[in-house]
């Protein structure tokens, strides 16, 4: 019941991002089939030529997905956040079961059959067109049929890269542990890919009683329609997805409090300025969203700034929160880049251990700890392991010595991960509400090897240049998020299951901003 709810409250989102999940779908296998039926035509002809293009599309079906779209990012024409990287990623995944099927399906074809239409005297076009395409049909009907479907499941992970999607349910509800949310994106794009493979089992059906029945098929026109079938269903899509232009970009991390900042953010946007507002959520770590911006990917987005100046400036950490912000918003605004006031919050890491154990062994700071260590199971989250201000020196300055190497996990997971003794410590959040739901206990920096992390809004200098209102909206926020603010509105999501824009459009109303009503500008779907 709790899911019917759910979608019957983000009934216009829900339909927003099964749009989107559909467009990029489509415009993936369109192209795919554009390039792969040439390219088996060409493989099935010329084998020499062929070995290498099955090869190569091979190798590509090889790389786990998310390592793909990694890999992407950050090359140029097909790089960047956004449809374009996602469909340059299902296009690569969807050849290789088109080029493989139409390979094999003219590779059945009776040699007979194209021996009795040379000596009709066709030419060898004509042999393929009005024979060996038809009779391959059925098989590269259902190659067709496997790339469409692989490419739903795929779409989904490209809501990562901000493309949007229906993963964008299952991220968010991963970063709130969640399965209602999961499942709001999963049961959608599941549905989806049986639509699609029962639609397409049917036409490739459909084929092969047409070859049983009069022997011979216009394999072209079914071609034809196929794509013009794709293309219409694409370009409603596309039609239900640009019914506004969005103006303001507002992107965030991949954790709970990055989303509903994002999500205050993208409010006073609306409420204060009137502007409308493409969200850009849950986009990934620092690294993304730092690049997303400086690319113009995205305009807005909080920062930290112990965080900008140790994992993006690569400066030591500063103990001094003032000097520090001053040396980021000097080498940001090199870079195009305006750092705004302070919101009101810091955000430190927290070293976290079971609330149990802290009051049975004494334990009040991370020196208290160190001891412990080499009994201990430490797990933390993926970028707090690289980071210059993360594990590597932490573990130096406390002399922490665990008896395994720690574990990478999602931040989403690290808490309750604690809580069921999976593992023994790890870093959060200092402002996350799961700290007190899962009665952890942060230890002391008493060694004050964290730099200050004061929560900042970074907006590109050109979107407030163009967008004068903008700056003030903005700036309206410096200040009025507290600390007890921030692990109000964390525990609302994580522990209470609240949907983080209505968490969201509550604490800005309670702030009484100037401007209209929140809902005079509705919102843009997306990420």
């Known amino acids: 019941m709790r899911l019917f709810a759910f979608w019957q ?105 194209v021996e009795a239409g040379a000596a009709l005297g066709m030419t060898p076009r004509q042999v393929l ?110 039609a239900l997805l640009a019914t506004r232009s969005p103006v303001i970009r507002v992107g965030s991390k991949n954790f709970t409090e990055q989303i509903v900042l994002g999500e205050i953010l993208a409010q006073t946007i609306e409420r204060s300025a009137g502007l409308a507002v493409e969200r850009r959520l849950n986009l990934g770590g620092t690294f993304i969203c730092d690049r997303a911006i400086r690319a113009g990917e995205i305009d807005v987005y909080v920062e930290y700034s112990g965080t900008a100046y140790t994992a993006v400036l690569k400066q030591e950490p500063d103990s001094d929160p003032g000097r520090m ?37 004494g334990l009040r700071t991370i020196s208290d700890a160190a001891p412990h260590a080499a009994g201990w199971r430490a797990g933390f989250g993926y970028e707090f392991l690289q980071r210059a201000d993360g594990y590597p020196g932490l573990a130096r300055t406390y002399g922490l010595r665990f008896g395994a190497p720690p574990r990478a996990m999602d931040l989403s997971l690290i808490y309750k991960a604690v809580a069921e003794r999976q593992i023994d410590i790890t870093a959060g959040d200092a402002t996350s509400g799961l700290i007190d739901a899962y009665d952890l206990t942060m230890l002391v920096d008493d060694r004050r090897y964290f730099p200050p992390y004061d929560a900042t809004i970074v907006a590109r200098s050109a979107a407030l240049l163009a967008h004068p209102e903008l700056k003030g909206a903005l700036g309206s926020l410096s200040g009025r998020v507290t600390v007890a603010d921030m692990r109000r509105l964390n525990h609302a999501i994580d522990a209470g299951r609240r949907d983080a824009a209505d968490v969201a459009r509550e604490f800005v109303a309670g702030l009484g901003l100037a401007g209209g009503d929140l809902r005079a500008v509705p919102p843009v779907a997306g990420r």
């Open 325 to 361: 912000l001053e040396a980021v918003r000097q080498a940001y605004a090199d870079a195009g880049l305006a750092v705004l006031d302070p919101l009101g919050f810091e955000n430190t890491f927290a070293i976290l251990v079971r609330g149990e154990d802290a009051r049975r062994l």
């Open 9 to 113: 409250a983000h009934l216009a989102e829900l339909g927003a991002l099964l749009a989107r999940h559909v467009f990029l779908v489509t415009v993936s296998t369109v192209v795919a089939i554009a390039a792969g039926v040439p390219l088996g035509i060409l493989a099935a002809r010329r084998p020499r030529l062929g070995a290498p293009i099955v090869w190569l599309a091979n190798v590509a079906q090889t790389i786990p997905s998310l390592a793909m779209f990694g890999f992407l990012l950050p090359l140029p024409l097909v790089g960047g956040l956004g449809a374009r990287v996602a469909i340059t990623v299902l296009i690569v995944y969807a050849l290789l079961p088109i080029v493989r099927t139409t390979v094999a399906g003219l590779r059945s074809v009776d040699t007979v059959l």
């Open 129 to 238: 067109r009005q024979i060996e395409l038809p009779l391959a049909l059925p098989s590269i009907v259902a190659g067709i049929r496997v790339a469409a479907v692989v490419g739903v499941g795929t779409a989904t992970i490209a809501a990562a890269v901000g493309a949007g999607g229906l993963g964008e349910y299952i991220f968010r509800g991963l970063s709130m542990v969640d399965p209602t949310v999961i499942l709001a994106g999963a049961i959608p794009s599941a549905a989806l890919a049986l639509v699609i493979d029962g639609g397409l089992t049917l036409v490739e059906r459909g084929v092969r009683a047409a070859l049983t029945g009069r022997g011979r098929l216009p394999g072209g026109r079914v071609v034809v329609g196929a794509g013009v079938a794709l293309g219409l269903v694409g370009a409603v899509a596309t």
